[in-house]
């Protein structure tokens, strides 16, 4: 088992950035892709960010190329959402999950370990 623990969310301005981290433990975080996905109310989960083994390969969701970056330190079991020029649209529950695949995926059931989420929500 792998436990995820994000932090880092909140209320913030249009335009403003956050920087979301998701802290693991219990298996090998070097051994896994990680992603950050998004559940607005009434929507469904949706991919936001992944990020390869190495850190070398990343991949985003075109509402956020641009202005999200994922980036993970292997040393201390952490993945990062840093997220910049916030827009109202972007106000959802933020997940992390863990993949033990070596792929680069993007669908949500891919995915065998889930954080529990970190509210971000973006004023106007």
């Known amino acids: 088992q792998m436990q995820l623990v994000e932090s880092g969310g909140g209320l913030v301005q249009a335009g403003g950035s956050l920087r979301l981290s998701c802290a693991t433990s219990?298996?090998?975080?070097?051994?896994?892709?990680m992603g950050w996905f998004r559940q607005a109310p009434g929507k469904e989960r949706e991919f936001v960010a992944a990020i390869s083994w190495s850190g070398g390969y990343t991949y985003y969701a075109d509402s956020v190329k641009g202005r999200f970056t994922i980036s993970r330190d292997n040393a201390k079991s952490t993945v990062y959402l840093q997220m910049n020029s916030l827009k109202p649209e972007d106000t959802a529950v933020y997940y992390c999950?863990?993949?033990?695949?070596?792929?680069?995926?993007?669908?949500?059931?891919?995915?065998?370990?889930w954080g529990q989420g970190t509210q971000v929500t973006v004023s106007s």
């Open positions: 219990g298996r090998t975080f070097s051994s896994h892709v």
């Open positions: 999950a863990a993949d033990q695949n070596a792929i680069v995926r993007a669908f949500p059931r891919a995915y065998d370990y």
